[in-house]
Structure formats: C-alpha cells, structure tokens
Nanobody
C-alpha cells in the first residue's frame, strides 16, 4: 500500500503562484510514476501533470504548459507541482496519484492510477 498526502493549496490572486507537495509513504518502491489531477465543481477530474520516478519524463495538460512544473525529490519521497500565472479556471481540488504499472512513460496521462491522495483545494480569485 502507498499513502499520499497533499499540501500547499490555498487562495491566491490571479497571476499568483502556489506550490503543491505530495508526500508518499509505504510501498513506494512499487511506484513508477506520479501524477497530479484536478477536479473543478461540476466537472470531471482531469490530468494536469505527471512525472516518472526512475528518470525524468514529464507530461502536462496543454493549458498548463509553460505555467506549471512537476518535479520530484526521491530522497524525500515527495512530488511537487509548482504553479505560476494562476488563472481563475485553475480553481479546483488538486489530487496526487501514483501508478505501479507503466509500460511506457508516454502513458502517464492516461494510466489507471492505483493510489490517490485526499486532495487539496486551490482557489484563484481576486
């Protein structure tokens, strides 16, 4: 089992920045990639960004490219999502997820993730 705990959400003005963290514990050796998803009110959950754990393949939703950066610190078993130039449409609950089986890094955005965190609220508003 793997436990994921997100932190770093909050209220920020448009154009501002936030950094989300996701701390993993448990059987982390089984994880091949970590992803960030978000779900806005009345919308389906969507993939935002992801990163492999053994090398540095990263993938992003088109609308966040150039604004969001996903990174990992294997020594701390933590994955980060640095978000800049935040816009009201980025408002959502952000979830961290982990996947064990990943045949190809390119499958990060569409993989079936095995473990999920509880989510952290990000609100972008003036």
């Amino acid at each position: 089992q793997v436990q994921l705990v997100e932190s770093g959400g909050g209220l920020v003005q448009p154009g501002g920045s936030l950094r989300l963290s996701c701390a993993a514990s448990g059987s982390i050796f089984s994880i091949n990639a970590m992803g960030w998803y978000r779900q806005a009110p009345g919308k389906e959950r969507e993939f935002v960004a992801g990163v492999t754990t053994s090398d540095t393949w990263t993938f992003y939703k088109d609308s966040v490219k150039g604004r969001f950066t996903v990174s990992r610190d294997n020594a701390k078993n933590t994955v980060y999502l640095q978000m800049t130039m935040l816009q009201p449409e980025d408002t959502a609950v952000y979830y961290c997820a982990a996947v064990r089986t990943l045949p190809l890094p390119s499958l990060i955005p569409t993989a079936t993730y095995d473990y999920w965190g509880q989510g952290t609220q990000v609100t972008v508003s003036s």
